[in-house]
C-alpha cells in the first residue's frame, strides 16, 4: 500500500515541521523533494519553490555541491536504510556550510520506499545548543553557575557560602579583605560583589600594588598639583581615589604596599579625607575600599612587613577563596564552561574526555583556577578533533601528569563523552549501548582496584557469577596479581 502524500502532509503537519530548529525535507522514491520546512530554508539560503524544483540525485547540477559520499538522501533511497552523517554543503551563490543530517526511508507494506525523510542541523548551530546545555544544564550547579548571575561556577559548599556572605553584604558600605592563593578568583569575587550592589553601574579602579614602584605610590593613590615635584606633569595629575570616586577602588596584593604608605592610607580610611601631592584643598574619599591579598597578612606583621593598625581596620569583613585543589568537585563545571567560552572564541568544538577529566581532578593545581584556564585554552588552540584526548594533552601543552589513583571513578556528570561517541558513531549509539559502556568501564575500574573477582562482587553488591559474566561478555582484562 502506497502512501498518501496528502494525508501525510497536512497543513498541520507542516505547521508543526516549520515550527522546528532543525531543517526538514521530504523527497519520494524518485529523489523529488516534495516539502521543504522553513529552518530548511534559511539555511540553505533558498525560497520553498526552488527547493521544491530539486531532485536529490542531480544536486550539483541544480547548484548545491556535496560530496558524492555524503550525499545522504541518494544514499538511503538506494540502501533502504537509516542514514546520518557530516556533509559539507555549497551552493553556487558562495554560500557553504557543515551540518549533520539523517536520512530515514518511509516502506510501504511490500518493503519499497515511498519517501525519504531528511532533517539537518549546521555544526554551528549544534555548537551553540550544546554549549548552552552545559551552561546550563544542572540545577545542583547552583545558582552561581546560570546566566546573569554570579560568575564563580561551584558546587564546592565553602565556595557556596562565601558567595552568600558576598551577597549579603554587596550593599553594606564597609571595607573588604579578600584573602587567597594567586589564582584563585580575587579580582572575580570583586566584581560578583560589585555587581550585587548598588554601584553596580559604577567604575571598578583596580590596582595591583605589587606593581607600583614606591616613590610613584603616593602620587598614584592621592594624585598631585602642577609643578609638585621635578618630572610632574604641567597639568596635574587624579589620583586613583579621585578617579574612584562614587565607585570602588579595589587594591590587590595589598601585603606589597611599602610601610611608609601603609601608614597614610590608615589616615585616609579612618578620617574618609586625602590631599593631593603639593595641594592645601583637602578632599573627601567617596569610594568603597577593597583590599586582597595572596599571603596571610598576620606574617608579615609578624616579619614587620605590614602594620597590625592597618590590617585590623581593613579586616572588617574577610573572604577567603579556598584554592581550587581543596575543591576538587568544582574542577568539572569549571572545565566545561571554560570549553564553552573558548570554543566560542575560537570557532570549534571541543570536549573533555574521561580520560582528561581524570588527570584535572588528580592534578593539585598550584596556580589555581587561573592554571585550569590556561591549560584549557592551550587545548583548545593547539588540538585539531573536536574532542581533546590524554595523548594530546601531554604532547601540546606539556602538563605535568599524575596517574590518577586506582580507585578513581569519574563522577557521572560528565556526559561529554558519551556526546562523542554519538558523533562518532551516531548509527550505533543507543541507550542500550551507552548503559553496556559505562557498566564494563566501571566493572573494568574495581577490578583494577581489587584485582579480584569476589572482592569487585561485594564492592558493587552482586553475585561473583555476575562478574565473572560480565567480563566475559565485555572481554574485561585486569590485573590479577
Known sequence: MEFDLGRLLTEESKRMMNCLHEGIFIADKMGNIVFANQALLE????????????????????????????????????TKRRITRISEVKITTGYSYRQLGTATPLLDDEGEIQYIVVEMQTLDHIQRTYQDGLYEQREDFGEEVKKDSSPFICVNPNMKSILNMAKRIADMDTTILITGETGTGKQVLVDYIVSQSHLASKQVVSINCSSIPEN?????????????????????????????????????????????????????????????????????????????????????????????????????????????????????????????????????????????????LSYDW????????????????????????????????????????????????????????????????????????FESSLIKSVLDHTHNTYKAAEILKVDQSSISRKINKYHISYNKK
Request: overall charge negative; glycine content about 6%.
Open 43 to 78: 539555511m540553505a539560503g533558498g525560497t520553498e519553490e526552488y527547493a521544491l524544483s530539486l531532485n536529490v540525485f542531480n544536486f550539483k547540477k541544480q547548484g548545491v555541491d556535496v560530496n558524492k559520499d555524503q550525499l545522504l538522501a541518494q544514499r538511503a533511497l538506494e
Open 216 to 360: 610613584l605610590f603616593e602620587s598614584e593613590l592621592f594624585g598631585y598639583e602642577s609643578g609638585s615635584f621635578t618630572g610632574a606633569s604641567k597639568n596635574g595629575k587624579m589620583g586613583l581615589f579621585e578617579a574612584a570616586e562614587d565607585g570602588v577602588i579595589f587594591l590587590d596584593e595589598i601585603n606589597s604596599m611599602p610601610l611608609s604608605m601603609q601608614g597614610k592610607l590608615l589616615r585616609v580610611l579612618e578620617t574618609k579625607r586625602y590631599y593631593r601631592i603639593g595641594s592645601s584643598k583637602e578632599r573627601t574619599l567617596k569610594c568603597r575600599f577593597i583590599a586582597a591579598t595572596n599571603v596571610d597578612l598576620k606574617d608579615c606583621i609578624a616579619t614587620g612587613t605590614f602594620r597590625s593598625d592597618l590590617y585590623y581596620r581593613i579586616n572588617i569583613i574577610s573572604l577567603n577563596i579556598p584554592p581550587l585543589r581543596e575543591r576538587k568537585e568544582d574542577i568539572i563545571p569549571l572545565t566545561q564552561q571554560f570549553l564553552r567560552s573558548f570554543s566560542e572564541k575560537y570557532g570549534v568544538i571541543k570536549m573533555a574526555t574521561p580520560e582528561l577529566m581524570k588527570i584535572l
Open 366 to 437: 598550584p596556580g589555581n583556577v587561573r592554571e585550569l584556564r590556561n591549560i584549557l585554552e592551550k587545548l583548545v588552540i593547539m588540538t585539531d578533533p573536536k574532542n581533546i584526548y590524554l595523548s594530546e594533552m601531554i604532547e601540546s601543552v606539556g602538563f605535568p601528569i599524575k596517574e590518577a589513583p586506582a580507585d578513581f571513578v569519574l563522577p557521572i556528570e560528565d556526559l561529554t563523552y558519551y556526546e562523542k561517541l554519538y558523533q562518532a558513531y551516531p548509527e550505533q549509539f543507543s541507550l542500550k549501548n551507552c548503559l553496556e559502556n
